[in-house]
């Protein structure tokens, strides 16, 4: 059974600091793309960052010089270093395990991030 277990969310003050944690069971994530998507209420589920198995990194614009993926194979799980935060950032953070050659692709359950004074 595949399973992405993110962690880390909660609440913190406009211009603070969170990482979030996702490790995966039951799939070797050296052979997926790793991304990181947010949900905020009333809107739809948009890329926030994602990461190849190659390690090649791509944001959103409006997270650029502000949140880092990484990811650790050893470990089987990726982060997200995220800084300067926004109340705009306020979402549910999903993780996503891609493989388009096999046309696999799972996602965890969410954990929530709130920006707010």
């Known amino acids: 059974q595949v399973q992405l277990v993110e962690s880390g969310g909660g609440l913190v003050q406009p211009g603070g600091s969170l990482r979030l944690s996702c490790a995966a069971s039951?799939?070797?994530?050296?052979?997926?793309?790793m991304g990181w998507y947010r949900q905020a209420p009333g809107k739809q589920r948009e890329l926030v960052a994602t990461?190849?198995?190659?390690?090649?990194?791509n944001y959103a614009d409006s997270v650029k010089g502000r949140f880092t993926i990484s990811r650790d194979n050893a470990k089987n799980t990726v982060s997200l270093q995220m800084n300067s935060l926004k109340p705009d950032d306020t979402a549910v953070y999903y993780c996503?395990?891609?493989?388009?050659?096999?046309?696999?692709?799972?996602w965890g359950q969410g954990t929530q991030v709130t920006v707010s004074s």
């Open positions: 990461i190849t198995s190659g390690f090649s990194t």
């Open positions: 039951g799939i070797a994530i050296r052979i997926f793309a």
């Open positions: 996503n395990a891609a493989n388009t050659y096999s046309g696999r692709d799972y």
